[in-house]
T-cell receptor, first 112, second 116 residues
Framework: NAGVIQTPRHKVTGKGQEATLWCEPI?????VFWYRQTIVQGLEFLTY????????DSGMPKERFSAQMPNQSHSTLKIQSTQPQDSAVYLC??????????FGSGTRLLVI | GDSVTQTEGPVTVSESESLIINCTYS????????LFWYVRYPGEGLQLLLK?????QKGSSRGFEATYNKETTSFHLQKASVQESDSAVYYC?????????????FGTGTTVSVSP
């Protein structure tokens, strides 16, 4: 069991560029969650999927951020026209139920 | 709304001293919330430390304890004697007890440094 795999581990983008973050959940887990971690805000919920269907995206900034789960083996978080304030560690987690998450190591995004 | 408030860090304690990290929650839309403590050790991913799903119960792991107090809406994390290896960031979290409910709501995290 390789756990939740997030790629890339680190990403540096220029302001205005697009960034795509990948998450491979644990096989068999039905729920996938995306969070953003910053020193100021802590761990902020972005969005989650259950059985590939979007359930709650209330934490997603309405502009520029989008998430998809085209199949049960991966989810993507896309940020268009990245801004410096998007710099954060983006965490993906998966679970069998709505508890006992297994988190990935995260993608550290730096927008310069 | 639903929220979690925890001790602001950083917190510095000496080895063998006691540690308490306060956590209070508001669960206006969740009738019977589940409560969690997650921990992120340096260089590692975020992982579950302990959870309690029933009010009045206590959870424990790695020498840490937390009691789910519905009356005071609290879930404080305590350890009687910390070790240097307990240096980490600790997150209190609130969740729904049923599938298809809301995702976990986390506090802002408390950075703990244990000095030798």
């Amino acid at each position: 069991n390789a756990g939740v795999i997030q790629t890339p581990r680190h990403k540096v983008t220029g302001k205005g560029q697009e960034a795509t973050l990948w998450c491979e959940p644990i096989s068999g887990h039905s729920a996938v969650f995306w969070y953003r971690q910053t020193i100021v805000q802590g761990l902020e919920f972005l969005t989650y999927f259950r059985n590939q269907a979007p359930i709650d995206d209330s934490g997603m900034p309405k502009e520029r951020f989008s998430a998809q789960m085209p199949n049960q083996s991966h989810s993507t978080l896309k940020i268009q026209s990245t801004q410096p304030q998007d710099s954060a560690v983006y965490l993906c987690a998966s679970s069998l139920e709505n508890s006992d998450y297994t988190f990935g190591s995260g993608t550290r995004l730096l927008v310069i | 709304g639903d929220s979690v408030t925890q001790t602001e860090g950083p917190v510095t304690v000496s080895e063998s001293e006691s540690l308490i990290i306060n956590c209070t929650y508001s669960a206006t839309s969740i009738a019977y919330p589940n409560l969690f403590w997650y921990v992120r050790y340096p260089g590692e991913g975020l992982q579950l430390l302990l959870k309690v799903i029933t009010a009045g119960q206590k959870g424990s792991s790695r020498g840490f304890e937390a009691t789910y107090n519905k009356e005071t809406t609290s879930f404080h994390l305590q350890k009687a004697s910390v070790q240097e290896s307990d240096s980490a960031v600790y997150y209190c979290a609130l969740g729904t007890p049923y599938q298809g409910g809301r995702a976990l709501i986390f506090g802002t995290g408390t950075t703990v440094s244990v000095s030798p």
